[in-house]
């Protein structure tokens, strides 16, 4: 059996096949880069781990068989503020949604990896491809937050 909680964990703090994981991209980001928007229409890193939370915490919500839905703290949340104690705040909430679901994960048998996704739409989204779409919405943002360290 494939052990699926092992992807997201290497693709969040391990060893990534992609380059550095997510927990190692943010813990070099200075204070300096937080909050800034060196592309003016683009989202700034601290928007980007906001979003990355809320979906992470809405798949941890339609994997233990919840309506499909926008995740509760919206697609993009707002940062409430510019400050060291938000930012301290908003990379406590992804290490959490992140450690809570790697511990649903790890519950989740291997027949049930192809239970649909209860949805109101007729798409055929199964408990892995919802996941496996996670692990891919990591990686692809982590290589935004990437290039917005090199501004």
């Given at each position: 059996?494939?052990?699926?909680?092992?992807?997201?964990?290497?693709?969040?703090?391990?060893?990534a096949w992609?380059?550095?994981?997510?927990?190692?991209?943010?813990?070099?980001?200075?204070?300096?880069?937080i909050?800034r928007?060196?592309?003016?229409?683009?989202?700034?890193?601290?928007?980007?781990?906001l979003?990355?939370?809320?979906?992470?915490?809405e798949?941890f919500?339609?994997?233990?068989?919840?309506?499909?839905?926008?995740?509760?703290?919206g697609?993009?949340?707002?940062?409430?503020?510019?400050t060291?104690?938000?930012?301290?705040?908003?990379?406590?909430?992804?290490?959490?949604?992140?450690?809570?679901?790697?511990?649903?994960v790890?519950?989740?048998?291997g027949?049930?990896?192809?239970?649909?996704?209860?949805?109101?739409s007729?798409?055929r989204?199964?408990?892995?491809?919802?996941?496996?779409?996670?692990?891919?919405?990591?990686?692809?943002h982590a290589?935004?937050?990437?290039?917005?360290?090199?501004f």
């Amino acid at each position: 059996m494939i052990d699926f909680a092992n992807e997201l964990r290497k693709g969040y703090s391990g060893d990534a096949w992609h380059g550095n994981s997510i927990a190692a991209i943010i813990s070099s980001v200075s204070k300096d880069q937080i909050f800034r928007r060196p592309i003016p229409t683009g989202h700034t890193i601290a928007e980007l781990i906001l979003h990355l939370t809320s979906w992470t915490e809405e798949v941890f919500s339609r994997l233990e068989g919840n309506l499909a839905k926008e995740p509760e703290r919206g697609d993009w949340p707002l940062v409430k503020e510019e400050t060291m104690q938000e930012w301290n705040a908003i990379l406590s909430d992804f290490r959490l949604a992140n450690e809570k679901l790697l511990n649903l994960v790890m519950e989740i048998s291997g027949d049930q990896w192809e239970t649909p996704v209860h949805q109101e739409s007729g798409s055929r989204l199964n408990y892995f491809e919802l996941f496996n779409g996670l692990v891919q919405h990591h990686a692809y943002h982590a290589g935004q937050i990437s290039l917005l360290l090199k501004f």
